[in-house]
């Protein structure tokens, strides 16, 4: 069972208030939301939960959480009022605009993307300022965060590792990787020219493969070809896949990536190197994606309809990541290849989603 755990600072802070100790989720609507809410709240019964989303929340998550907010995380003022009331031990922050949707309203995600893990830093540094225990905040990243400049360049770079090829060439990238950075500095340095040792988060970022889940078709990520060809097979529909046959990206199942979520925040700050984590599972061709799904549902026919700037994107994103420092550090490992996580998750809970059991 994987429970909270603030990290205890080793300089002193004010004596903790009487707030209520709560882990808060931004972004808590969204695919990865979902899932993560649903297995914080199954880790432990006494966890306090609050869901903040600019959606209000559905059911499902009201059901998980103590408190689930609709509002936006580039709003200071909502969440100085959350931190008068909550005493956060943990931050799970998901918000963000995906990598086309940031393409497409570029000073809108500079705001989303790192104006909100801005203020999210902020909440975390204050509550660590009022209680004197330091608050661990979660951050799902990105491939998005490498950059490569040409496809010949993507061949030769292989699987790269977390300080290679560091040159994003998409907003969202940029976002992510400048979101790292202020984590990163948050943890170590921030008040270095200060008595005692600094740093005041414990900031813990993953750096994703595309996500495949069962249960959601997702919108507005590069990497959305993989899920929407898998539903699309599962509904007898048609697919038009808009990369080339050739491209290849890393991939993992949305369970997968959660527990890795749940690894890394349970693991000893000791222990770990880095401040973020490439993970994977498989990385087929769009062609290996479409026969291995294929064999599985006969009746599939993908066309290739190349879309000229998503191309670019997938183009300038590597082929693989080395996920060896996750292994030592925190024990990740991939449950999956593309063959058992159709076989044991994805097809069954497609069948499950589209009521054909
Ligand atoms: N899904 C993937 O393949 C993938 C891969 C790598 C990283 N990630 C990262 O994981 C996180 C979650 O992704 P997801 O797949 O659940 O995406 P999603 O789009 O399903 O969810 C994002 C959620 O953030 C919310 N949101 C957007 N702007 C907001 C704002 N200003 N204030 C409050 N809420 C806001 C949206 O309403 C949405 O519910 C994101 O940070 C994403 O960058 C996802």
Redesign the pocket.
């Known amino acids: 069972m994987l429970e909270a755990r603030p990290t205890e600072s080793k300089t002193p802070g004010r004596p903790a208030q009487k707030r209520q100790p709560a882990v808060l989720v931004?972004?808590?609507?969204?695919?990865?939301?979902?899932g993560l809410i649903r297995a914080l709240a199954e880790s432990s019964e006494q966890l306090s939960i609050v869901g903040?989303?600019?959606?209000p929340a559905t059911d499902e998550i009201a059901d998980c959480c103590s408190e689930t907010l609709a509002?936006?995380?580039?709003?200071q003022s909502l969440l100085d009022g959350l931190a008068r009331r909550y005493h956060f031990t943990q931050v799970y922050?998901?918000?963000?605009?995906?990598?086309t949707?940031a393409e497409q309203a570029p000073i809108q995600a500079f705001?989303?993307?790192l104006g909100?893990t801005m203020n999210l830093l902020r909440l975390a540094i204050e509550t660590r300022d009022q209680t004197g225990v330091t608050p661990q905040v979660l951050?799902?990243?990105?491939?998005?965060v490498y950059g490569v400049p040409t496809l010949e360049a993507k061949l030769a770079a292989g699987s790269v590792a977390e300080h290679e090829c560091l040159e994003p060439r998409t907003m969202?990238g940029c976002n992510?990787l400048s979101a790292e950075q202020l984590g990163r500095y948050f943890t170590l340095h921030h008040r270095q020219l200060q008595p005692g040792e600094p740093g005041s988060v414990d900031f813990r970022a993953?750096?994703?493969?595309?996500?495949?889940?069962a249960d959601?078709i997702?919108?507005?990520?590069t990497?959305?070809y993989g899920?929407q060809m898998l539903h699309a097979a599962a509904q007898d529909k048609p697919y038009q896949c808009f990369v080339r046959p050739d491209s290849r990206l890393p991939?993992m199942t949305?369970p997968e990536?959660i527990e890795a979520m749940l690894s890394l925040a349970a693991a000893e700050r000791s222990t770990l190197t880095r401040t973020a984590y490439n993970v994977r599972s498989f990385a087929p061709t769009a062609a290996e994606l479409a026969e291995t799904i294929g064999a599985r549902f006969p009746a599939l026919e993908v066309g290739f309809e190349p879309h000229p700037g998503r191309q670019m994107i997938v183009d300038g994103w590597p082929a693989d990541v080395d996920d060896r420092a996750a292994a030592k550090d925190w024990g990740w490992s991939a449950r999956h290849t593309l063959e058992t996580a159709l076989d044991e998750y994805l097809i069954p809970g497609l069948r499950r989603h589209y009521g054909r059991t």
Do not use: Q
Request: hydrophobic share 35%; aromatic share 8%; charged share 20%.
């Open positions: 931004t972004g808590a609507g969204g695919e990865m939301g979902h903040l989303d600019l959606r509002g936006d995380v580039r709003d922050h998901l918000a963000a605009l995906l990598s949707s705001e989303v993307n909100g951050f799902p990243s990105t491939i998005a969202y992510k993953i750096r994703f493969p595309g996500i495949i889940s959601t997702p919108t507005g990520g990497t959305d899920p991939f949305m990536a």
